[in-house]
């Protein structure tokens, strides 16, 4: 197959590149680097079968060729980024995927677009199953983020059921792994980061909220299970295990070995309580479910950090 997936240098995007060549498929790649980083594709530069195209999906966006499948993953993802750039998160989100599926409408290709547990907001039903509609603050500061992506749900099927378009839409939960920035404010690097340098991890809250949390390798094999062989039905990828904050930052705590202490800081606005997938869905049609536990991937991903940062003081 010939893919276009978009935002391929950021943190997903460039592992579903290399998921896609492992394959034996042919990859090109499209980012403005916003926020996704060159170094995340530079070791692609000698693969034939990829290449790269410097673009901004809002813009109009044309492809020489044939397409078998575009995977819209521009935007960016963090609270750090989305509440820095509000106004280009809601336009990736509207704008970027109505440009990305008029793509796949003219080459007749498949069209799979990144949504996100976000769209359940501050969930009244635990755990998250694909059929609930969510509970969303729809003028809160984390909405730029949210409605861009419910928005971007409902025009993917609107795309669907007008147009015909073979789609998929899949909701991440909380993804983890080598290729996070270490400032970009998600809690698994914010934690690393900090008991790394030495620095007190900062809890929002009391650190009870629970969170899922999905190793990158075994998320990115849901997201191409999910793009060869699903439906045009939302489905829900993450790790049904659930951690609290708190949980979470002991286990980096032991991961790195570090002697930092936890500080408490307010809890932002919307931030939800709870965050857990029902998988039921991915199991049944896809076969997936997570295989890397919470530890062994923290341990992994600290291993990534630590090399990151010794090189970048040598």
Known sequence: MRVLITGAAGFLGSHLCDKFLAQGHEVIGLDNFLTGRPDNVD??????????VKHDICEPTKIDGTLDGVLHFASPASPIDYLKL???????????????????????ARFFI???????????MHPQQEGYWGNVNPIGPRAVYDEAKRFSEATTMAYNRTFGVDTRIVRIFNTYGPRMRPQDGRVVSNFI???????????????????SFCYVADEVEGLYRLFMR?????????????????EL???????????????????????????????????????WEPNVPVREGVAKTVEYFRALMQSSTA
């Open 193 to 211: 980061v900090q008991a790394l340098s030495g620095q007190p991890l900062t809890i929002y809250g009391d650190g009870s909220q629970t969170r």
């Open 43 to 52: 070791h692609l530069s000698g693969n034939k079968a990829f290449s790269f």
């Open 86 to 108: 509000p106004i280009e998160t809601l336009k990736v989100g509207s704008i970027g995927t109505m440009n990305a599926l008029d793509l796949a409408r003219d080459k007749k």
């Open 114 to 124: 990144a949504s996100t547990s976000e769209i359940y907001g501050v969930p009244l």
């Open 230 to 246: 699903g439906d045009a039905q939302p489905m829900n990828i993450g790790n049904p295990d659930e951690y609290t904050v708190k």
């Open 249 to 287: 930052a002991e286990i980096v705590i032991a991961a790195t070995g570090s002697s930092s202490p936890i500080v408490y800081e307010p809890l932002p606005t919307d931030d939800p309580k709870v965050r857990r997938p029902d998988i039921t869905r991915a199991k049944a049609m896809l076969g």
